[in-house]
């Protein structure tokens, strides 16, 4: 017997007939004579009509009533699937998140887990009883449902599976898989087996939307095996799990793109100590993140060029935040530009192997194309380039690291 819990995204429970084929999915891992939880999202399209009308009521909305609102569609899905269950004759209880409960902070709108009461869950287990959980919501210290931000339906689904020691947890969505890059783009990706947690976490963090970063993030540190597979097609999906389960590592496991970035270029910045933190405590201050960094050599130790990236949708803050402290930090121009992409190769084998960066910057180089910025960390080069090249680097990339499908 094997403990499993089943997460399932809103197009897999999009409407009746595919909350019963959910519910025929339960059933087949109940006859395998495993204890299942399900974690289930709203409706598609559900929680993005709740958040319309909040908006339509109360542009500065009181967050504890949003989540109350927002919350509910979670409320249905859970109550539909459990009388899905009992008509396949298999008992099921739903269960909210303030029934379990699932302990939160009191940020709402966006809520961290801070742990999960299983006392219940595991007396219904013993019954014999699926238990059907509401995912994206939780309580909050003030006793007040919160919800946990978009995506949150995936991190319910990981700390419910580490608080119950599950063996795995199953992310059902409408891809099969994880796949080297993105199918649209190289016709010859190949779906993975299995991917590391830290590899799945660089892809999420660069553009890849297969699972949401936190849930990794959590499914890492508690060491919770996540498998990733289609709703629609009954086939293996791609494990997540720790280095050691992967016996040969891949040199390069994936090609990941971001079209979310914005470069900015400040030239002539003063060339003195505290100028970075001057230009990058008030973005920081403003909830900005910027990613990429590079600064110019300067030449007498006078001025110097410094180029960064933001996410896109910052781009016109991040300007108006330096703009106002021109005078202050000195800098001769500011130079925007939404026109680029980062593109990035990722792979646990790179920390045994030399080479990997020239492989790629070889491969864009031969293609005739750019190199704006580069940043590296340990399994992971990344590179921003002109946004009208990404299909183009992508497939070359793709191929230069042996990545296509025969």
């Known amino acids: 017997m094997a403990r499993i819990v089943m997460k399932f995204g809103g197009t897999s429970v999009a409407d009746v007939d595919r909350i019963n084929a959910v519910a025929r999915r339960v059933k087949a891992e109940v006859d395998r004579g495993n204890e299942v939880a399900v974690v289930v999202s709203a409706m598609a399209g559900t ?6 009308w909040t908006r339509a009521i109360s542009r500065l909305h009181d967050a504890r009533e949003y989540d109350v609102v927002v919350s509910a569609g979670e409320q249905v ?11 396949l004759g298999v008992p099921a209880r739903s269960w909210l998140g303030w029934q379990i409960p699932v302990h939160t902070d009191d940020v709402h709108g966006k809520a961290r887990i801070n742990g999960i009461g299983t006392d219940e869950i595991e007396k219904r287990f013993a019954q014999g009883q699926v238990a059907v959980v509401a995912g994206f919501q939780g309580l909050g210290g003030d006793n007040r449902i919160t919800t946990l931000g978009r995506g949150g339906s995936d991190t319910s689904a990981v700390a419910l599976a580490a608080a119950l020691k599950a063996d795995r947890c199953d992310i059902f969505t409408d891809v ?12 010859k990706a190949r779906k993975l087996d299995k991917i590391t947690y830290e590899e799945m976490l660089e892809m999420a963090s660069l553009g890849a939307k297969v699972l949401q970063i ?3 993030e959590m499914a890492m540190k508690h060491r919770v095996r996540l498998q990733v597979l289609s709703s629609f097609v009954d086939q293996p999906g791609t494990l997540v799990v720790d280095e050691d389960e992967i016996v040969e590592q891949e040199l390069v496991s994936g090609i990941a793109y971001s079209r979310d970035e914005a470069k900015i270029t400040l030239t002539g910045v003063p060339d003195r100590p505290g100028v970075a933190a001057a230009i990058f405590g008030p973005l920081a201050e403003a909830s900005m993140n910027v990613d990429m960094i590079v600064q110019n050599v300067s030449e007498g130790g006078g001025t110097t060029d410094l180029t960064f990236t933001v996410a896109k949708s910052d781009l016109d803050r991040a300007i108006k935040v330096l703009e ?4 202050r930090l000195g ?8 026109d680029v992409v980062k593109v990035s190769v990722i792979g646990v084998g790179m920390r045994s192997h030399a080479g990997v960066a020239q492989r790629m910057f070889s491969a864009l180089a031969e293609k005739g194309i750019n190199i704006q910025v580069i940043s590296t960390s340990e399994i992971k080069v990344s590179v921003l380039i002109a946004e009208e090249y ?7 990339l793709h191929t230069a690291y042996g990545l296509d499908a025969a």
């Open 390 to 396: 990404t299909e183009l680097a992508v497939r070359s």
């Open 331 to 338: 800098y001769r121009a500011l130079v925007p530009d939404s």
């Open 324 to 327: 106002e402290r021109r005078d």
């Open 176 to 187: 099969d898989g994880v796949y080297t890059t993105d199918p649209r783009i190289v016709a």
């Open 77 to 87: 899905t859970s109550g539909l699937l459990a009388l899905a269950l009992q008509e």
């Open 214 to 216: 936190r849930s990794v």
């Open 47 to 52: 929680t993005n009509q709740l958040v319309e």
